[in-house]
């Protein structure tokens, strides 16, 4: 059997290399979670595959309120990319809570994201759902590039980024997450007020702030003019956002931002981040974290990392330093 | 369980590698042909999400979004089902060039694969036996009167296998097939194959009737008692569609054809008005609506 050992260990590839990691106080089976937005409820990726290997998810933006989106036409495909300007359409939390969650298999670590338009409903929304056992952990969207009022104005503000945060911590003892807006100048200064208001860990970047033209018809091609942009177009500024932050703070971050593959998400790992969202990749394959998470393990091996947690702010001086 | 997913697929949806086994012209579009591995079959009027462009050595990023295409023919255990693999079934999808992610179609190569997402959405079947969606145009239960079905450009390629079912079970099918010139009706000599009455009208005159696919639509309701009416194509065209079957007192079937990045149901951006207010994605209660569920004012 020394040659069915063999090919055995490839097939495992990985299995050799602990791909636990701890974000926030959340432990996770590994690295990778899918983005909020990007994922539904979850349960629309049952079809395609097993939800409890993914390290987690984090579940659309709830609001108190059922909330109808834009108008059409929200999205837009641009180089390497695309524009949403959905505007957090959600059930609301109460369906989440007792429809949504209901339905998950049982292990799936599921980290609800919270949406207001002030600090109290954010976290009027967060008490209500810290209350639920099957809530590992919250992250609040203070980053929303696309809605009227609320998100992207706290994630640009330090001062409303600090009462936001500080209202909401004394809403919940569960592990927190702040998704962070790109739309700022300086992102280490907003790291800064997160973890002094209390947050336990850090998500960066939402969307980036963007626009886009239809020459023909001389109009913006969105309905609500401004969206925001993902996929790989944004990578590498949200990998310079990560890197900054991570320079910045102590608290953990989760990278996101255009990432396809496992050599994207160990760009972040290496940068800092404790573990990474794929967010637009799962549209173009709904299979895609999974197999991201093995190729992270592959890396891992391939480099003599037996932890994949020790891959976290692994990156070395440029060459010649 | 499905109520907990918001969508009873009949066939939940693969995920896999399609493989190119033919790339035809079809008159000014293109004729795909794939196997696909584990296919379980899609009802009529169901679409799949196909990558843009064929799966190299190096990831693509751009374009990066899949097309949403109709299911135009299955040709399972049919034809050249002799081409597949154990486990694969061959497909077909029409098409036209329209931009990019199109043209890197088109340039697909027999024996390359592309990555393939489906089936999606709710055919035909599926929406007009679905009690929340009543028509109150219609009495309950299935249609059983004339099936007028209309097509225009691409749009053709959602209607064939639904004119093959309905001719099957002995459904009075006529199709109405529009275009702008003679090599925009797709998919000809297939409808022409199946027996169906089958009229065809171009913009340019080139071939059929010089004219709108609307036109014959509005003689054949003329006619007709009890006809159901199954419209896809350009928005215009359904919306005209919708209000002669209206005119008629015939109820209407449409097929959307919004702007989508997944096609699951997660990335909302295919969200159309409804007549009563908020949004239904196109993806998921779709493509297929009631005509008078669309508040067609509010389409782009």
């Known amino acids: 059997?020394?040659?069915?050992?063999?090919?055995?260990?490839?097939?495992?590839?990985?299995?050799?290399?602990?791909?636990?990691?701890?974000?926030?106080?959340?432990?996770?089976?590994?690295?990778?979670?899918?983005?909020?937005?990007?994922?539904?409820?979850?349960?629309?990726?049952?079809?395609?595959?097993?939800?409890?290997?993914?390290?987690?998810?984090?579940?659309?933006?709830?609001?108190?309120?059922?909330?109808?989106?834009?108008?059409?036409?929200?999205?837009?495909?641009?180089?390497?990319?695309?524009?949403?300007?959905?505007?957090?359409?959600?059930?609301?939390?109460?369906?989440?809570?007792?429809?949504?969650?209901?339905?998950?298999p049982e292990g799936v670590v599921v980290i609800a994201s919270a949406f207001g338009t002030e600090p109290g409903l954010y976290a009027e929304l967060v008490a209500r759902v810290t209350a639920h056992p099957r809530v590992a952990g919250i992250e609040i969207n203070a980053s929303c590039p696309h809605v009227k009022s609320g998100g992207i104005e706290f994630g640009q503000d330090p001062r409303l980024l600090a009462e936001l945060v500080a209202t909401v911590r004394r809403a919940t003892s569960r592990p927190l997450l702040v998704k962070l807006s790109p739309n700022?100048?300086?992102?280490?200064?907003?790291?800064?007020?997160?973890?002094?208001?209390?947050?336990?860990?850090?998500?960066?970047?939402?969307?980036?702030?963007?626009?886009?033209?239809?020459?023909?018809?001389?109009?913006?091609?969105?309905?609500?003019?401004?969206?925001?942009?993902?996929?790989?177009?944004?990578?590498?500024?949200?990998?310079?956002?990560?890197?900054?932050?991570?320079?910045?703070?102590?608290?953990?971050?989760?990278?996101?931002?255009?990432?396809?593959?496992?050599?994207?998400?160990?760009?972040?790992?290496?940068?800092?981040?404790?573990?990474?969202?794929?967010?637009?990749?799962?549209?173009?394959?709904?299979?895609?974290?999974?197999?991201?998470?093995?190729?992270?393990?592959?890396?891992?091996?391939?480099?003599?990392?037996?932890?994949v947690a020790d891959l976290t702010g692994a990156l070395l001086s440029p060459k010649g330093q | 369980m499905s109520a907990n997913h918001g969508h009873a697929f009949p066939h939940p949806p693969t995920r896999s590698r399609a493989r190119v086994l033919a790339n035809l012209p079809e008159g000014h579009g293109r004729r795909l042909r794939l196997a696909v591995p584990d296919w379980p079959g899609s009802q009529p009027g169901q679409f799949l999400m196909l990558g843009a462009g064929?799966?190299?050595?190096?990831?693509?990023?751009?374009?990066?979004?899949?097309?949403?295409?109709?299911?135009?023919?299955?040709?399972?255990?049919?034809?050249?089902?002799?081409?597949?693999?154990?486990?694969?079934?061959?497909?077909?999808?029409?098409?036209?060039?329209v931009g990019r992610g199109t043209a890197l179609l088109a340039d697909l190569r027999e024996a390359e694969r592309v990555p393939l997402v489906g089936p999606l959405g709710r055919g035909f079947a599926?929406?007009?036996?679905?009690?929340?969606?009543?028509?109150?145009?219609?009495?309950?239960?299935?249609?059983?009167?004339?099936?007028?079905?209309?097509?225009?450009?691409?749009?053709?390629?959602?209607?064939?296998?639904?004119?093959?079912?309905?001719?099957?079970?002995?459904?009075?099918?006529?199709?109405?097939?529009g275009a702008r010139s003679a090599g925009d009706l797709l998919g000809w000599l297939d409808f022409e194959a199946l027996g169906v009455g089958l009229i065809g009208t171009t913009e340019d005159g080139s071939a059929g009737v010089k004219g709108l696919v609307t036109g014959p639509l509005a003689d054949r309701l003329r006619e007709s008692v009890g006809a159901t009416v199954y419209a896809v194509g350009p928005t215009p065209m359904m919306r005209?569609?919708?209000?002669?079957?209206?005119?008629?007192g015939a109820r209407c079937y449409v097929s959307l054809e919004n702007p989508m990045a997944c096609g699951f149901g997660v990335c909302l951006g295919c969200a159309a008005p409804r007549r009563a207010g908020g949004f239904a994605l196109v993806c998921r209660t779709g493509p297929v609506f009631p005509a008078q569920e669309i508040d067609w004012a509010g389409l782009p």
């Open chain 2, 54 to 97: 064929a799966e190299g050595g190096a990831v693509r990023r751009d374009p990066l979004l899949p097309r949403p295409m109709a299911v135009y023919r299955e040709l399972g255990g049919r034809g050249d089902a002799a081409d597949c693999a154990a486990g694969e079934r061959v497909i077909e999808v029409l098409f036209r060039v």
């Open chain 2, 240 to 248: 005209a569609c919708a209000e002669i079957a209206a005119a008629h």
């Open chain 2, 126 to 177: 599926q929406v007009e036996a679905d009690p929340s969606t009543p028509d109150p145009n219609a009495t309950p239960g299935p249609a059983s009167g004339p099936a007028i079905l209309v097509g225009g450009g691409t749009g053709i390629a959602s209607l064939y296998e639904w004119a093959r079912v309905l001719a099957a079970r002995g459904r009075a099918v006529a199709v109405l097939l």
């Open chain 1, 1 to 104: 059997m020394g040659g069915a050992a063999v090919s055995g260990k490839t097939a495992v590839s990985g299995a050799d290399v602990d791909e636990r990691v701890v974000l926030a106080g959340i432990p996770l089976r590994n690295a990778v979670l899918t983005a909020s937005g990007t994922f539904g409820y979850g349960t629309e990726f049952a079809p395609f595959l097993d939800l409890t290997r993914l390290g987690g998810f984090v579940a659309k933006s709830l609001t108190l309120e059922p909330r109808h989106g834009n108008p059409p036409p929200r999205i837009a495909e641009t180089p390497a990319g695309m524009l949403n300007a959905i505007s957090i359409e959600n059930v609301g939390v109460t369906a989440f809570l007792e429809e949504k969650l209901p339905a998950l």
């Open chain 1, 184 to 307: 700022v100048t300086r992102i280490a200064d907003m790291a800064k007020v997160c973890e002094a208001e209390g947050a336990d860990g850090i998500t960066l970047i939402n969307a980036i702030q963007a626009m886009e033209v239809d020459v023909e018809r001389r109009r913006p091609v969105l309905s609500n003019i401004l969206g925001g942009l993902s996929g790989p177009a944004i990578r590498p500024i949200a990998l310079r956002m990560v890197w900054q932050a991570a320079q910045a703070v102590r608290i953990p971050i989760c990278g996101v931002g255009g990432i396809t593959n496992a050599e994207d998400a160990v760009k972040f790992l290496l940068c800092g981040a404790t573990a990474v969202q794929v967010g637009t990749q799962n549209y173009l394959d709904p299979t895609a974290a999974v197999g991201i998470a093995q190729g992270i393990a592959d890396y891992a091996r391939r480099h003599g990392f037996t932890r």
